[in-house]
Nanobody, 124 residues
Framework: QIQLVESGGGLVQAGDSLTLSCAAS????????IHWFRQAPGKEREFVAA????????QYSNSLRDRFTISIDKAKNTVYLQMNSLKPEDTANYYC?????????????????WGKGTLVTVSL
């Protein structure tokens, strides 16, 4: 089973940009759809974006598509999440997750494998 490791989180100010990385332990993008979810304190895990078919299929949360961009570097086995114009309400733990058969789902329970998350904190 693949392993996913997130990085790139940190403390930023409102309006800043930040790019998160999700590194896979092996070549996986033809088999798994890679997702980003986030979870703020006291809230349920929320779908952010996903990429499948080695980048051929991309889906975003409707509320985030104008500010967030998901991309893939197959040579590095890494998926990125670029986040622009960050707001305090974007503060959350951001998780990378994989679902087999390259199927995208917005439901966290449908994921096969999870990373441990990276914390993003956006201050005023």
């Amino acid at each position: 089973q693949i392993q996913l490791v997130e990085s790139g989180g940190g403390l930023v100010q409102a309006g800043d940009s930040l790019t998160l990385s999700c590194a896979a332990s092996e070549r996986t993008f033809s088999t798994y759809a890679i997702h980003w979810f986030r979870q703020a304190p006291g809230k349920e895990r929320e779908f952010v974006a996903a990429i499948a078919n080695e980048g051929g299929i991309i889906q975003y949360s409707n509320s985030l598509r104008d500010r967030f961009t998901i991309s893939i570097d197959k040579a590095k086995n890494t998926v990125y999440l670029q986040m622009n114009s960050l707001k305090p309400e974007d503060t959350a733990n951001y998780y990378c997750a994989g679902r087999v058969n390259s199927e995208i789902s917005t439901v966290a329970q449908n994921m096969r494998v999870w990373g441990k998350g990276t914390l993003v904190t956006v201050s005023l």
